[in-house]
């Protein structure tokens, strides 16, 4: 693998393996917000989420199966930001902006995980 996609690969995992590991050992808060979004079994389903994210950022960070681990990271990361950035729910225009740019934040890692699919 080159230095740049090496590189690439990294900077993209670094937040999975970081968030996803802060889930998997913290799920409450997060589990809270999937309970009230209507997701089944909350706090289980989230630290599945939170393991998942960790297993497969670690995995595209060390080039292991990277087009399988960005599969699953955009898996992941669909119902995290559906559910933890709503931002359309937010009242609070302070509380709103923040929440659509984590929002968009995790729209750009979608599109760094696509192009990991499209890597040769």
């Known amino acids: ?15 999975f393996i970081s968030g996803g590991w802060n889930a998997f050992v913290n799920p409450d808060g997060r589990a809270q917000k999937a309970e009230k979004a209507g997701i089944p079994m909350a706090r289980q389903a989230t630290i599945l989420n939170g ?17 399988l681990s960005a599969l699953v990271l955009i898996g992941t990361l669909i119902p995290t930001t559906y559910v933890g950035h709503a931002f359309w729910q937010e009242d609070v225009p ?22 990991v699919l499209q890597e040769k």
């Open 94 to 115: 302070a509380n709103r902006a923040g929440q659509q740019i984590h929002f968009l934040k995790n729209l750009a890692m979608i599109g760094g995980l696509i192009a």
């Open 1 to 15: 693998m080159s230095f740049v996609k090496t590189v690439g690969h990294s900077l993209l995992s670094a937040m």
């Open 51 to 67: 393991a998942a994210m960790t297993l497969a950022g670690s995995a595209l960070a060390l080039d292991i199966a990277p087009k």
